[in-house]
C-alpha cells in the first residue's frame, strides 16, 4: 500500500532554534515529494518539493529537506525558527502512477514560542 | 501569475439552498482538483478534472457537483448540503498529473450549512 506518513502530530520550538519536521513514505513505486505550508484560515502554499534530482532539496524561507530512500524519509529541516513559522505542515506524495493525486499526511502543527 | 482565486471567501447556505464555488486560473494548467478540508485535519480529494474532463470522483455524494465550463474555470455546485458538509473548499490546479508536478492552491471557500 502506498502511503504518506508525519511522524509528529505537534512540534513545538523556541525562536531561533532548530527546526525538524518528519516524514516517511511506503511505496513500490518512486514518488515526488512536497511540503505543504498553511497558516490557520488559508490555503496551502508550496514550500519545496523533490522530483529525483538533487537529494536535498532547498525551498522557501529558508527551509530545506533530504530525500533518503534507505530510509524512505524526507524531513524538513530549518536552522533557525522565526515566530511567522508558526502553521500547519503538510507532507504530500504523488507516486509514479500516470493519473495519480496529490496524497497528504495527516500535517504537524508547528509552535514557535519567543 | 501564480494565483488560483476562488469566490467566495465564505459561504453561509441553508440546508435547501442552492449554491456553487467557483474556481479560476490562468496558469493554462490542465488538471483542477477540488479537495475538503475539516478543521485540524489534512485536505481530502474530492474531484479531479483533467484537460476539462472528470477523471477521479472520490465517492463523493451527488449533492456535490462538479463542472469544468473550460480549461480555465472550474466551479463546485452545492444542493440540499448538511450541516457536516460545513468546512473549507480548497480549489487545486497542476501543470498536469505527471510525476513532479505540484499543485497550486487557492485560498479556499469557508462553508457553513445552517
Known amino acids: 500500500a502506498q502511503s504518506v506518513t508525519q511522524l509528529d502530530s505537534h512540534v513545538s520550538v523556541s525562536e531561533g532554534t532548530p527546526v525538524l519536521l518528519r516524514c516517511n513514505y511506503s511505496s513500490s513505486y518512486s514518488p515526488s515529494l512536497f511540503w505543504y505550508v498553511q497558516h490557520p484560515n488559508k490555503g496551502l502554499q508550496l514550500l519545496l518539493k523533490?522530483?529525483?534530482?538533487?537529494?536535498l532539496v532547498k525551498g522557501i524561507n529558508g527551509f530545506e529537506a533530504e530525500f533518503k530512500k534507505s530510509e524512505t524519509s524526507f524531513h524538513l529541516t530549518k536552522p533557525s525558527a522565526h515566530m511567522s513559522d508558526a502553521a500547519e505542515y503538510f507532507c504530500v506524495v504523488r507516486f509514479n502512477q500516470a493519473g495519480t493525486a496529490l496524497i497528504f499526511g495527516k500535517g504537524t502543527t508547528l509552535s514557535v514560542s519567543s | 501569475d501564480t494565483e488560483v482565486t476562488q469566490t467566495p471567501k465564505h459561504l453561509v447556505m441553508g440546508m435547501t439552498n442552492k449554491k456553487s464555488l467557483k474556481c479560476e486560473q490562468h496558469?493554462?494548467?490542465?488538471?483542477m482538483y477540488w479537495y475538503k478540508q475539516k478543521a485540524k485535519k489534512p485536505p481530502e480529494l474530492m474531484f479531479v478534472y483533467s484537460y476539462e474532463k472528470l477523471s477521479i470522483n472520490e465517492s463523493v455524494p451527488s449533492r456535490f457537483s462538479p463542472e469544468c465550463p473550460n480549461s480555465s474555470l472550474l466551479n463546485l455546485h452545492l444542493h440540499a448540503l448538511q450541516p457536516e458538509d460545513s468546512a473549507l473548499y480548497l480549489c487545486?490546479?497542476?501543470?498536469?498529473?505527471?510525476?513532479?508536478?505540484?499543485?497550486?492552491f487557492g485560498q479556499g471557500t469557508r462553508l457553513t450549512v445552517v
Open positions: 487545486a490546479s497542476s501543470q498536469g498529473r505527471a510525476m513532479g508536478t505540484e499543485a497550486f
Open positions: 523533490y522530483t529525483s534530482a538533487a537529494t
Open positions: 496558469m493554462g494548467h490542465r488538471a
